[in-house]
T-cell receptor, first 116, second 114 residues
Framework: AQTVTQSQPEMSVQEAETVTLSCTYD???????LFWYKQPPSRQMILVIR??????QNATENRFSVNFQKAAKSFSLKISDSQLGDAAMYFC?????????????FGTGTRLKVLA | EAGVAQSPRYKIIEKRQSVAFWCNPI?????LYWYQQILGQGPKLLIQ????????DSQLPKDRFSAERLKGVDSTLKIQPAKLEDSAVYLC????????????FGPGTRLTVT
């Protein structure tokens, strides 16, 4: 069974600085998708960035980028120029098309604090 | 475009009581998901619907949990009877279709069982 591990329960970053959140996963499949979701306090969870496993190029969305290391099964999120609005829980998620249901498996999350 | 709606936002019940949660997905979204998010954990999929059919309910505790999606639009999730360990946030999400990359989440219902 696939698993997703986020080993950092909490991280802090100074405003305008850069922070990296870690995620590792375990799978025997070769085709899958990886995601980072953001869950602000008392607000909806939203998609931050996604990565298709067959793509070697790391995904980038404005200040957010990933470091995808397929062989190491590592998928970290880098937030550049951190802003106060980036404070939230961040969840790494894995999704496999092989089961036919495209079910998401989420990690336990990392709480990001942004210090002014 | 209206987002995923859920109600109630908060619910407190005693153990062994029953509770129901309602979800209205984004208009036109065929796939609907119910997740359980226990404090300190990531969301865990309980059940996934494609229109009004169940795609995956492998992690739904069927002895006490039930869900339906009549007419392939809104959905209800019921717990009967509730246990202390059911205290969690119940998230509803929808996507245009099962293969869609992005799920859109609702605000969730926070359930406290005392």
């Amino acid at each position: 069974a696939q698993t997703v591990t986020q080993s950092q329960p909490e991280m802090s970053v100074q405003e305008a600085e850069t922070v990296t959140l870690s995620c590792t996963y375990d799978t025997s499949e070769s085709d899958y998708y990886l995601f980072w979701y953001k869950q602000p306090p008392s607000r909806q969870m939203i998609l931050v960035i996604r990565q298709e496993a067959y793509k070697q190029q790391n995904a980038t969305e404005n200040r957010f980028s990933v470091n995808f290391q397929k062989a190491a099964k590592s998928f970290s999120l880098k937030i550049s120029d951190s802003q106060l609005g980036d404070a939230a829980m961040y969840f790494c998620a894995y999704r496999s098309p092989s089961s036919g249901t495209y079910k998401y498996i989420f990690g336990t999350g990392t709480r990001l604090k942004v210090l002014a | 475009e209206a987002g995923v709606a859920q109600s109630p936002r908060y619910k407190i019940i005693e153990k062994r009581q029953s509770v129901a949660f309602w979800c209205n997905p984004i208009s036109g979204h065929a796939t609907l998901y119910w997740y359980q998010q226990i404090l300190g954990q990531g969301p865990k999929l309980l059940i996934q619907f494609q229109n009004n059919g169940v795609v995956d309910d492998s992690q739904l505790p069927k002895d006490r949990f039930s869900a339906e999606r009549l007419k392939g639009v809104d959905s209800t999730l019921k717990i009967q009877p509730a246990k202390l360990e059911d205290s969690a946030v119940y998230l509803c999400a929808s996507s245009l279709f099962t293969r869609s990359y992005e799920q859109y989440f609702g605000p969730g219902t926070r359930l406290t069982v005392t």
